[in-house]
């Protein structure tokens, strides 16, 4: 069993100041105006009661848009640390507070605090400003580009570093080499790239074709290969060469238990395997109103063992060790089932090939 615990913190749900149009919540996320913010008390619990995990921990906030709770949420949860004698790894302590932000809503009073207390940033930026304003959009339709390269730049101004995730979609997908360069001096200091998933009601419409995408993301590793800069990883093209050296991925989603180690309290208490499942009410796993977290988490072994029974297509294929399936709640998507390929498995094949040849000799 992985020996970090990762507790998601959703404090407002899945509510967002923003509209992407690629959103994998889809409808789940509410608007704006029915905020309504994790209360003191169930915040006082999470935490206290993640110290009883023998492990380090991540306190990982997401969303929706997480720092719609405003500072005070984050005031209180390093409180409530301190009295529970959790302190940060880099102060030879066992945790570390990190917000996943669209940085839309980033002020200077929030980017100090975050700063003083430690806080790993991390946000999303679709490479260039047209690519990502055609998608990552307000509610009235303005693209979010030039505040959020505004908040990288006072992030970094105090000498923090921050990653980001990062998505093609048809807008961006024969532009490689823009991208590239564009995400590179955006300020970002590492980069995830997430493929565009469909939702349940199968309504995204900004997934560009297989074939694209595949020579997209050739083309960047290539150039990544090329400009071979230790301060620019892209995390996707590291994971699969870790598993060239005998190593293993990072990522959740490209382990086959990969999800054990996650779970996510939402606003009222709820608790889920991990972020992605807020909202579906049968994956609900309790509430910590009710039951204390760690019992909540021991009780539900059988529900994140069934997220690994993997098909046969999957537990005979040469990639399973830099694949691991996919993301267990991306292939329930795709086909209502767990035992089946993740949706995007043909292009990952493709891409982990190419990588084979391109850099394997490497590895020999
Ligand atoms: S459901 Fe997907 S994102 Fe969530 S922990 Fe599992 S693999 Fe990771
Ligand atoms: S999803 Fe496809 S590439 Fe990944 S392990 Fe399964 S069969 Fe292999």
Known sequence: ?????????????????????????????????????????????IICESSLFASDIDFLWHGGEPILAGIDHF??????????????????????????SNLTLLTKELCDFFAENNFILSTSIDGYQEAHDANRVYF??????????????????????????????????????????????SGITSCNFHFCAQDESRSIETIPEKESTARFFKTIFDLWMKDDNPDFPIRNFRNVLRTFCGGKPLDCHSNVEGCFGFIAVTVNGDVYPCHRYVGRENFCIGNVLETSLIDIYNNSNAVYREFFSLGQECRICEWLN????????????AKGSFEVPDPDCLLKKELFEYIKNKAGYLFE
């Open 140 to 185: 009235n339709g303005l693209g979010t580009y030039a505040r959020v390269i505004e908040s990288v730049s006072m992030w970094r101004n105090k000498g923090k570093s921050i990653g980001a995730v990062s998505l093609v979609t048809k807008a961006s997908v024969e532009q490689p080499i823009k991208f590239f360069e564009q995400l590179k001096n």
């Open 1 to 45: 069993m992985r020996q970090k615990m990762t507790i998601m913190l959703l404090p407002v749900g899945l509510k967002c100041n923003l509209s992407c149009k690629y959103c994998y919540h889809g409808v789940m996320s509410k608007k704006l105006k029915e905020l309504e913010v994790m209360s003191d008390s169930i915040l006082e619990r």
């Open 322 to 333: 830099v694949c691991g399936g996919g993301c267990a709640l991306e292939r329930f998507t």
């Open 75 to 100: 005031k209180r949860a390093i409180e409530f640390q301190k009295q529970n004698a959790l302190t940060d790894s880099k102060i030879n302590g066992r945790i570390r507070n990190v917000i996943q």
